[in-house]
């Protein structure tokens, strides 16, 4: 079975600055895709970014970008610029080309310091 | 209403209790599913229900029951529940057959089972 594993439970950025927030998976599969979503204290769980494994180019969502890593199984999330309203939990989620079936990290809790 | 809607918010029940969470998807979707997150553990998915039919279980206690009536309502019925049952609990739904069939959730319920 899949696994995804996040092994930064916690991170801390300055306001303005940039932030990586760190995600592996294990697969053997060829074909599938990732995700990186975003769960503010409020709770509502809201997809961040999406990334196909066939496509070589890194997906980018404005100040979000990711650096997939397909050989390596790596699927880090980088946030430029960030702002207050970033603070969230952050999960990673695998989910394979044949079936509806997501795999989702443990979090990562990011903290905005003003 | 628009996007996944979930109720209760919040529900506080007893060991004996017999109670049932509502989720309500407004997007058109024809997969919808729970999941259960605890704290500082991965997102558990518990049931999946695509075109109505439930096509995963995941060794779910039998105190636990879904039921999907049509392709917009999913309900989680709870009955006899333990203490560690405490969670929020979270559905979800998609569109089985697109490319990414990414997911999107509703706010979720806190229970507290005391």
């Known amino acids: 079975a899949q696994t995804v594993t996040q092994s930064q439970p916690e991170m801390s950025v300055q306001e303005a600055e940039t932030v990586t927030l760190s995600c592996t998976y294990d697969?053997?599969?060829?074909?599938?895709?990732l995700f990186w979503y975003k769960q503010p204290p409020s709770r509502q769980m809201i997809l961040v970014i999406r990334q196909e494994a066939y496509k070589q180019q890194n997906a980018t969502e404005n100040r979000f970008s990711v650096n997939f890593q397909k050989a390596a199984k790596s699927f880090s999330l980088k946030i430029s610029d960030s702002q207050l309203g970033d603070a969230a939990m952050y999960f990673c989620?695998?989910?394979?080309?044949?079936?509806?079936?997501?795999?989702f990290g443990a979090g990562t809790r990011l903290t905005v310091k003003p | 209403e628009t996007g996944v809607t979930q109720t209760p918010r919040h529900l506080v029940m007893g060991m004996t209790n017999k109670k049932s969470l509502k989720c309500e998807q407004h997007?058109?979707?024809?997969?919808m599913y729970w999941y259960k997150q605890s704290a500082k553990k991965p997102l558990e998915l518990m049931f999946v229900?695509?075109?109505?039919?439930?096509?995963e279980n995941n060794s779910v206690p039998s105190r636990f029951s879904p039921e999907c009536p049509n392709s917009s309502h999913l309900f989680l019925h709870l009955h006899t529940l333990q203490p560690e049952d405490s969670a929020l609990y979270l559905c979800?739904?998609?569109?089985?057959?697109?490319?990414?069939?990414?997911?999107?959730f509703g706010p979720g319920t806190r229970l507290t089972v005391l």
């Open positions: 989620a695998y989910r394979s080309y044949n079936n509806n079936d997501m795999r």
């Open positions: 979800a739904s998609s569109q089985v057959g697109t490319s990414s069939g990414e997911q999107f």
């Open positions: 697969t053997s599969e060829s074909d599938y895709y």
């Open positions: 229900y695509s075109l109505e039919e439930r096509v």
């Open positions: 997007l058109g979707h024809n997969a």
